[in-house]
């Protein structure tokens, strides 16, 4: 352990591969600690802004900083899309940015996100859409079929990263 704080200040790759670890590692503790408190209200979009209030923290710990802007626009009651470029799995922490303001919003990602441990099984509690991208006939009916449900519920669909029409959100370093 003593080794670390070293590897850290004079290893580029090292400090790379140790904040992934940490990210991670913050983001499975961080699911497993909520699961208890989404299955009171499971499948809600509502979870998300418990979930992104307990991660946004994550982003301190790398030393990131999130600009938002065009939030105005976000936090009115009318149907939107984010369209993702969704570059890795770092994204999110933008997204954890956005659910405060947003509120009731969900997200369309992989299927496989949903076997990831505690991860998949808080983001299903959570209300996140999944389909299955290597079946288009299905995912485009996953699609029209979580469409009509937004519309009934009033939630807003959203497929997010860094970049969208009606905000941004950029990485300040």
Known sequence: FLLLPVLYEHSNTFRYYFKFFVYYGYIMVTSVVVLPIMLW??????????????????????RLRWELRG????????????????????????????WPVMKRCTVVAKKELLYSGPFGLAAWLCGLVFINRLNSEAS????????????ENKIFGCACSRFGWCCKIRIVT
Do not use: W
């Open 140 to 151: 485009r009916q996953a699609i029209n079929m979580t469409t009509k449900q937004l519309r």
């Open 71 to 98: 939030g105005e626009y976000l936090n009115k009651q009318q149907s939107f899309v984010i369209v993702a470029n969704h570059q890795s799995s770092i994204d999110i922490l933008g997204m954890f940015e956005l």
């Open 41 to 62: 209200n499971p499948r809600s979009v509502e979870n998300l802004i418990l979930a992104s209030k307990l991660c946004r923290h994550i982003s301190t710990l790398l």
